[in-house]
């Protein structure tokens, strides 16, 4: 099993910073992928930012230039800086990780986190 821990949602004004973080633990043989999507009220889900094993990084044009992922290897975690929050920006964030387990079949798999709130709002 792989659990997934977010830390660092929160209540922001409009052009405020937050750091979320996203933990990964459990039967971990490597991570391929990890990063977020979010979900605002009464609408789908949406990409947020991935970053990849070897370092590559995407982001939604929505927020390209205002948010950076990033990456301790060493702890398994990854972080997502967001600067210059809009309003547009509240939505529950998830984090996905694409995870390699420990089993002999080396599974892959896409695990999520539990979703931390994120709130801009002056």
């Known amino acids: 099993q792989v659990q997934l821990v977010e830390s660092g949602g929160g209540l922001v004004q409009p052009g405020g910073s937050l750091r979320l973080s996203c933990a990964a633990s459990?039967?971990?043989?490597?991570?391929?992928?990890m990063g977020w999507y979010r979900q605002a009220p009464g609408k789908e889900r949406e990409f947020v930012a991935v970053?990849?094993?070897?370092?590559?990084?995407n982001y939604a044009d929505s927020v390209y230039g205002r948010f950076t992922i990033s990456a301790d290897n060493a702890k398994n975690t990854r972080y997502l800086q967001m600067n210059s929050l809009k309003p547009e920006d509240t939505a529950v964030y998830y984090c996905?990780?694409?995870?390699?387990?420990?089993?002999?079949?080396?599974?892959?798999?896409?695990?999520w986190g539990q979703g931390t709130q994120v709130t801009v709002s002056s």
């Open positions: 996905f990780s694409s995870v390699v387990d420990t089993t002999p079949a080396r599974l892959s798999r896409r695990y």
């Open positions: 459990g039967s971990i043989f490597s991570i391929n992928t």
């Open positions: 970053i990849s094993s070897g370092g590559s990084t």
